[in-house]
């Protein structure tokens, strides 16, 4: 979902367009992996040039990725770019026309659904490259069973993780997709276990978004979670503020607190040249429509 220089990512298919087979093949395309996986983390702020920008950069850097499957941080940054692009340009825009076109929003949400699991597949198939038999583990009812994950793993877990939560959330008729919850809720729990303060709070904020949605969840651990995030973030994970307004207040029909928190979403400024800033102006935008739409909510 990140921007790319201009003049590197033309460089970078021009590259890939000339390759051969020959021994130093892999060389070069490890080099443009590496360029494509940092783009990844840079910083934006620009909602509509990153979404112009996205479609070109994941084209490539999946083209890239399948040259060099074993390339972790390319993964982990097409796997964050599929999500982030399902989430911000494509999921965000279904519920924005849902009231003024119906068909319009199952259309959208059906194309999140698909890109989310697009970006599952993706994480997933690294870890199963890194660790065989990782899948298998991670579908086991036995905790003895389950993977260990590295440290260096723990953002392709994450993003694993968040896509599979938003692919079954788009999928709620489909038994079988809504039946892998557990396993969403495990990886993010292993990941969790290994680097919880992951992403400025992001990680335990998928833990209590899916707690406050899974059957039979609690929402006052959930709000443990929420709080947690929250504080790990200090005051600059816009995410983990809209969050809490929407797994916690929402619910919980305290319409004070969700206005208060996405007040608060909105009032953050980003650091210079954050890796967090596009993340947060996405969510920023979705405080306002929500803050919007509150007077509907309760």
């Known amino acids: 979902m990140l921007t790319l220089r201009r003049r590197t990512l033309l460089v970078a298919l021009l590259i890939v367009s000339l390759l051969t087979a020959c021994s130093p093949r892999q060389l070069v395309v490890g080099g443009i992996a590496d360029e494509l996986a940092a783009q990844g983390q840079a910083s934006e702020n620009d909602l509509e040039l990153a979404r112009e920008a996205s479609a070109f950069y994941l084209k490539l850097s999946e083209s890239v990725l399948r040259s060099d499957p074993g390339h972790q941080a390319l993964a982990e940054a097409v796997a964050a770019g599929f999500t982030q692009y399902a989430y911000a340009f494509v999921a965000f825009e279904a519920d924005r026309v849902e009231t003024k076109d119906v068909r319009s ?162 009032a953050v400024k980003d650091e210079p040249d954050s890796p967090y800033t596009l993340r947060n102006e996405v969510m920023r935008r979705r405080a306002a429509w929500l803050l919007e739409r509150a007077p509907d909510l309760f």
């Open 105 to 266: 929003a199952e259309r959208l949400r059906h194309r999140a659904g698909m890109l989310y699991h697009r970006a599952r597949e993706h994480a997933l198939a690294a870890l199963e490259r890194e660790t065989p038999g990782f899948a298998q583990a991670l579908g086991s009812s036995q905790a003895a069973d389950w993977p260990r994950l590295a440290p260096a793993q723990v953002g392709l877990a994450y993003w694993a993780a968040a896509a599979w939560g938003g692919w079954i959330s788009l999928s709620k008729d489909d038994a079988e997709v809504v039946a892998d919850l557990p396993q969403a809720v495990r990886l993010t729990q292993l990941a969790w276990q290994v680097d919880p303060d992951w992403g400025q709070g992001a990680l335990t904020g998928l833990l209590a978004t899916f707690e406050a949605a899974r059957p039979g969840g609690s929402q006052q651990q959930a709000l443990l979670w929420f709080d947690h995030s929250i504080a790990q973030g200090a005051g600059r994970n816009v995410g983990a503020l809209v969050g809490k307004a929407e797994g916690y207040a929402l619910p919980a029909g305290d319409r004070t607190l969700f206005e208060q928190l996405l007040e608060q979403a909105l």
